[in-house]
């Protein structure tokens, strides 16, 4: 059962444009997400998280926007560089539970 | 800063073996440690959450006796994988609790690979 779900496996945004990654999940006992980006043979780096009790958190270029009705969040990285190629993870975790649940990933390949 | 180090980085072993994973908090005490896995193209799977000084607590379907964990003190966990097969080939990752800000509290190491052949 996969609490967190992050349906596209893979974006391909030309530089300069917004990348778009979509995270949706299940459990209503979820209060914090965060994503993470990765890059081959490394471990998760932490990138912007937000709290059930906003509906959008932003940090330079990245912005993460949540929607608790549709059990849905989403990272917008604007404006995309090269650089932020690299598999992008949503995470939840909730209450006193300091465990996080991951998604699947988002490989995210920007093109020059 | 939180700095977690992962050693190996990389190894190969023979079927049967058992190989060591050690996760290290460089730059603060880490009461709990976290082991994950990662099988290509999938999430990072939780398998235990190990505890300075008690045991580990395993998630479901994860064996014990297969992936013995130590968390001797407030900087160092090691993951024994024991008797390994090829089916435990995988992307072992570890990560240090550090409570403080509520968004970032889990710092992850680099990941450790292991090819059982």
């Known amino acids: 059962d996969q609490q967190v779900k992050q349906n596209s496996p893979s974006l391909s945004v030309q530089e300069g444009r917004i990348s778009i990654l979509n995270c949706d999940y299940t459990?209503?006992?979820?209060?914090?997400f965060l994503w993470y980006k990765k890059y081959p043979a490394e471990g998760p780096t932490f990138l912007i998280s937000i709290s059930s009790i906003k509906d959008k958190n932003e940090d330079g270029r990245f912005t993460v926007f949540l929607n608790k009705s549709a059990k849905h969040l989403s990272l917008h990285i604007v404006p995309s560089q090269p650089g932020d190629s690299a598999v992008y993870f949503c995470?939840?975790?909730?209450?006193?539970?300091?465990?996080?649940?991951f998604g699947k990933g988002t490989l995210l390949t920007v093109n020059p | 800063g939180a700095v977690v180090s992962q050693h190996p980085s990389r190894v190969i072993c023979k079927s049967g073996t058992s190989v060591k994973i050690e996760c290290r908090s460089l730059?603060?005490?880490?009461?709990?440690m976290f082991w994950y896995r990662q099988f290509p193209k999938k999430s990072l799977m939780l398998m235990a959450t190990?505890?300075?000084?008690?045991?580990?607590?395993?998630e479901q379907g994860v064996e014990k006796d297969k992936f013995l964990i130590n968390h001797a003190s407030l900087t160092l966990s090691t993951l024994t994988v024991t008797s390994a097969h090829p089916e435990d080939s995988s992307f072992y990752i570890c990560?240090?609790?550090?409570?403080?800000?509520?968004?970032?509290?889990?710092?992850f190491g680099p990941g450790t690979r292991l090819l059982v052949l």
């Open positions: 995470a939840a975790k909730g209450g006193s539970n300091y465990k996080l649940t």
């Open positions: 730059d603060f005490q880490a009461t709990t």
């Open positions: 190990s505890n300075e000084g008690s045991k580990a607590t395993y």
């Open positions: 459990n209503s006992m979820f209060d914090y």
């Open positions: 990560s240090a609790f550090k409570p403080g800000l509520a968004d970032q509290d889990q710092y």
